[in-house]
């Protein structure tokens, strides 16, 4: 699902950067450096490709350097945004897998594969989440991200699945992309404070940075976390020791929300899953 494109203008603009020394321009970035992927993670962002941002998120943190906090706080938004995204294809799968009674298996198949797929991103959300709880300092959170293209509307042919019309192989690779695209948008959204409203997150991200209060943050973290819990049901991947380790994330990052009508709706959902 990788959009090559958005890799190859990427590299371009760096290799521009690397040699712009010789012209009189800035310092060049080096290959490898926090700068590099930093600036990296923002071009392919910025192009639609949140799987390569967030490699490039990840290579940036392997080490402690000025981009850290600001890289963590990014790769939780990506990573909940992908794995929402996989999730959505998961469940269309399912739905049309019980309305076609007749051709069930290809259903069947799409919706195991985008579960896997969701588990690993799920896994590494969680991990990226952790470390930003341990690194996260202060009352506010800076989110620094160009925003991402796309749409947060939700695309007709999931709808066409949902009721058991099976797509070409090519059709669901490219419907997964734009689906991917729009919870990127709306998990932006979220952790933003404009939670639905794709055009407000724009508007407040127009200078492609903005101090978010730390309470808005760990909702929407809250909020991807319980989401994520439900792929581990005994309905689904039944694995309950990872949807009981997710739930307790989800109550953690929830604790420092103060009330509200969204913590109260998920503190009630939290609770039923709990119980279980």
Not at 51 to 61: N, T, Y
Not at 159 to 188: C, F, M, P, W, Y
């Amino acid at each position: 699902m990788m959009n090559r494109f958005a890799e190859m203008a990427a590299l371009a603009s760096l290799s521009l950067a690397l040699i712009s020394c010789s012209s009189g321009g800035p310092a060049p970035v080096a290959k490898g450096s926090p700068e590099f992927y930093w600036q990296a993670a923002r071009e392919t962002f910025n192009g639609g490709d949140a799987q390569k941002a967030s490699d490039h998120l990840k290579s940036l943190l392997k080490g402690k350097n000025e981009f850290t906090t600001r890289a963590q706080a990014w790769q939780a938004i990506v990573l909940a945004g992908m794995a929402a995204g996989q999730l959505e294809m998961a469940e269309t799968f399912e739905t049309g897998n019980k309305v076609n009674k007749s051709n069930p298996t290809p259903f069947r198949k799409k919706m195991s594969d985008y579960r896997t797929l969701a588990n690993q991103t799920v896994l590494a959300f969680a991990e990226a989440y952790g470390a930003f709880v341990k690194d996260s300092t202060g009352d506010k959170v800076t989110v620094e991200l160009p925003f991402p293209p796309g749409t947060s509307g939700k695309p007709a042919e999931l709808d066409k699945l949902a009721s058991g019309i099976l797509l070409a192989d090519a059709d669901i690779e490219a419907l997964a992309r734009r689906v991917q695209a729009r919870n990127v948008i709306l998990t932006v959204a979220d952790a933003v404070g404009a939670t639905g409203d794709a055009a407000k997150a724009k508007e407040l991200l127009r200078l492609g940075t903005m101090e978010v209060p730390k309470t808005q943050f760990m909702l929407a973290m809250a909020k991807a976390l319980n989401k994520q819990a439900d792929l581990y049901g005994k309905r689904k991947l039944d694995q309950p020791d990872k949807a009981k380790f997710l739930l307790a994330q989800a109550q953690q990052a929830l604790a420092a929300v103060p009330e509200g009508k969204e913590k109260k709706e998920v503190a009630e959902d939290l609770k039923k899953k709990t119980k279980i």
